[in-house]
């Protein structure tokens, strides 16, 4: 089945039965002022167009904040839109899979995924082209999305942003590194390490941790920098695994630097006192926001950001003790 065309049909009929309708109430000024009223508000977004049912799908791990940012976004894109956001995430592939086929089954509108593990998923979004349903990415997928046939992806280049990550740590007169991935087989953490260490002229190591036992992520990362004296720098891949490599750092004698991708208020207030020395920021608010309002555009005028054909890239920044502040007053808030 071509989704696209199928939708755009249904668009274009709907758009004929709209324009008889309002050839018909432009009998009086009254219908046409009504009719005038309703075009200004579906332009303007509002929250009087077909109600929605969407499905958003994460990776999200207990206790990432990340995740958190994300959701907010997400929310108020529905809230604007006259949609009902049914969220769930899973850090297991086979799991966010079962997630997709539960949401086929409930007849949504829409499914936002994200594609950490997109072997995982492909059966699953298959099953939702098939039914019909039209499915965006977001964050995780960007070298798949395409293939899988998904509409959109919203989210970071993280090859791009590991590379900017390494190049900033020569600036910084790093020497050695060590990349701590807190999923392993997560293609786009993989990306990010793989980017840094494209581009740092010193050397890199890589590190795996479970991410859903931080008492472990502290110890390992402790232990790795009292056993190699030469590590300078720590680059962590989330706000929260940042601020327990602050500890992990204390607890080896103090000398490692930390870096990392994300952000959290927590984070942002570690920038700010020099704890942490920098960090990539990708807009998990934005990342949220937008995969629920493209449904809304998609369903109601035939959109497509980037033509269906170029991701819509949220990052990378830099956020720095130097320019912090810009973005604090947003992170005290959870959107940034």
């Known amino acids: 089945m071509d989704l696209r065309f199928t939708r755009r049909r249904r668009a274009g009929l709907a758009a004929l039965v709209t324009a008889t309708v309002v050839l018909a109430a432009g009998c009086s000024s009254h219908g046409g002022k009504k009719a005038q009223e309703a075009d200004d508000n579906i332009s303007a977004g509002k929250a009087n167009t077909p ?12 206790g990432d904040t990340f995740w958190d940012t994300v959701r907010k976004g997400a929310k108020a894109a529905a809230a604007k839109d006259n949609i009902e956001l049914v969220y769930s995430g899973n850090p297991s592939g086979a799991d966010q899979a079962s997630l997709v086929r539960n949401a086929i089954d409930q007849k949504v509108d829409g499914i936002a995924i994200t594609l950490a593990k997109p072997d995982a998923m492909k059966s699953a979004v298959a099953k939702a082209r098939k039914a019909g349903i039209p499915v965006v990415a977001f964050n995780a997928g960007l070298d798949q999305w395409k293939d899988m046939g998904l509409l959109e992806f919203f989210g970071q280049d993280e090859s ?13 007169g790093a020497k050695h590194s060590i990349c701590v991935i807190q999923e392993q087989g997560h293609v786009a953490l993989e990306a990010r390490c793989a980017g840094v260490k494209k581009t740092f002229k010193g050397k ?6 479970n991410g859903t036992d931080m008492p472990s992520v502290k110890s390992t ?23 327990t ?17 994300d952000l959290n208020k927590d984070l942002v207030t570690a920038v700010k ?3 942490v020395e920098f960090a990539v920021d990708q807009q998990p608010y934005l990342q949220g926001y937008l995969a629920i309002d493209s449904m809304w555009l998609y ?4 959109n497509f950001s980037g033509g269906g054909e170029q991701p819509v890239l949220t990052g990378p920044a830099f956020v720095t003790k130097g320019n912090v502040d810009t973005v604090a007053k947003f992170a005290l808030k959870g959107t940034r």
């Open 160 to 172: 791009i942003a590991g590379e900017a990550f390494g190049k900033r740590l020569n600036e910084v």
């Open 299 to 302: 369903e109601n005028n035939g």
């Open 51 to 62: 109600r929605l049912k969407i499905a958003m799908i994460t990776h999200a791990a207990p």
């Open 273 to 275: 006192s020099g704890d």
């Open 245 to 261: 490599a602050v500890q992990s750092a204390k607890d080896a004698g103090g000398k490692a630097k930390v870096a990392t991708f």
């Open 204 to 209: 890199t190591d890589t590190l795996y941790v």
């Open 221 to 243: 990362i402790a232990a790795k920098l009292k056993q190699d004296s030469s590590i300078d720098h720590v680059v962590t891949l989330g706000a929260p695994f940042a601020l």
